[in-house]
């Protein structure tokens, strides 16, 4: 089983900086890319970014262009989502994804993470 925890939200000011975490644990498995995406209430799941998982490509939602960056570590074992210059409409929940090798969407999901963005 493949499981997905995201850590790292919390209660940030407008114009401050969070970082969230994404580690993956269970059995090994072969991806395709890593995503981030958010949903805020009453509001449908919006894409924030994501990392081609062979060679690191990134994409990002024009949302958050220039203010957030996917990353990942040396050991490729955890992915990160560094949110500078937050604003309160990025008041969300927070969720890393995964999409396998053979998937042709983001087939494996975390929890979920808060972030609230206060003016």
């Known amino acids: 089983q493949i499981r997905l925890v995201e850590s790292g939200g919390g209660l940030a000011q407008a114009g401050g900086s969070l970082r969230l975490s994404c580690a993956a644990s269970?059995?090994?498995?072969?991806?395709?890319?890593m995503g981030w995406f958010r949903q805020a209430p009453g509001k449908e799941r919006e894409f924030v970014g994501s990392?081609?998982?062979?060679?690191?490509?990134?994409y990002y939602g024009d949302a958050v262009k220039g203010r957030f960056t996917v990353s990942r570590n040396v050991a490729l074992t955890t992915v990160y989502l560094q949110m500078n210059n937050l604003k309160p409409e990025d008041t969300a929940v927070y969720y890393c994804?995964?999409?396998?090798?053979?998937?042709?969407?983001?087939?494996?999901w975390g929890q979920g993470t808060q972030v609230t963005v206060s003016s």
């Open positions: 994804a995964a999409q396998g090798v053979g998937s042709e969407s983001y087939n494996y």
């Open positions: 269970g059995r090994p498995f072969s991806r395709v890319a």
């Open positions: 990392m081609r998982w062979s060679g690191g490509t990134t």
